[in-house]
């Protein structure tokens, strides 16, 4: 069974400033982990995967994210916020083999000016 | 990245009727596609694996038979909810991978469905 947890429902920070949003996974093989960013309304925009490789992933809008085999961690960071990166950011796993995604619960960010 | 699209994005229907909603990708094939449910402020439920050409593998919960899924072409699947109430409200939204297991699922834009 895969399972994702992300233990922040809200994460609030200046405009400016870093961001880190939190997310543990568990699986019984290899993840493969995934985050998605969601604005209102609307569907779920790809940010950056880890498959295998590089601990330190990079993806879109200036967002990276650290996987951490033995804290089963894939935390995303931003060095600088935008007030548009205020929006709801999901974490997803997959297991080795397995299509289907399981999505951590969400977190609300928001950026203020 | 790949573009997968849904149609309609907004849906308003009185109770008892019938809904379908459209999912495509526009500039890949897919195999496989997902459908979730999401309620407001909440993560995504996956509904079920829609797979072309054979039946649709519905999630622990989801009744088959009101949410009918139809997987037609390489680039689209149906979801079609019959008999609509109030509680089916919600926002919908599909996925398909790219390719292998490895690759990116991408995502439609979502259907808002309103069942008066």
């Known amino acids: 069974a895969q399972s994702v947890a992300q233990p922040e429902d809200q994460v609030n920070v200046a405009e400016g400033n870093p961001l880190t949003v939190k997310c543990t996974y568990s699986?019984?093989?290899?993840?493969?982990l995934f985050w998605y960013v969601q604005y209102p309304n609307r569907g779920l925009q790809f940010l950056l995967k880890y498959i295998t490789g590089d601990n330190l992933v990079k993806g879109s809008y200036g967002f990276e994210a650290e996987f951490n085999k033995s804290q089963t961690s894939f935390h995303l960071k931003k060095p600088s916020a935008l007030v548009s990166d205020s929006a709801l950011y999901f974490c997803a796993v997959r297991d080795t083999g397995d299509y289907k995604l399981s999505f951590g619960a969400g977190t609300t960010v928001t950026v203020r000016a | 990245g790949a573009v997968v699209s849904q149609h309609p994005s907004r849906v308003i229907c009185k109770s008892g009727t019938s809904v379908k909603i459209e999912c495509r990708s526009l500039d890949f094939q897919a195999t496989t596609m997902f459908w979730y449910r999401q309620f407001p402020k909440k993560s995504l439920m996956l509904m079920a694996t829609?797979?072309?050409?054979?039946?649709?593998?519905?999630e622990q919960g989801v009744e088959k038979d009101k949410f009918l899924i139809n997987h037609a072409s390489l680039t689209l699947s149906t979801l079609t909810v019959t008999s609509a109430h109030p509680e089916d409200s919600s926002f919908y939204i599909c996925s398909a991978p790219t390719g292998t297991h490895t690759d990116t699922q991408y995502f439609g834009p979502g259907t808002r469905l309103t069942v008066l």
């Open positions: 829609s797979n072309e050409g054979s039946k649709a593998t519905y």
């Open positions: 699986v019984s093989g290899n993840p493969y």
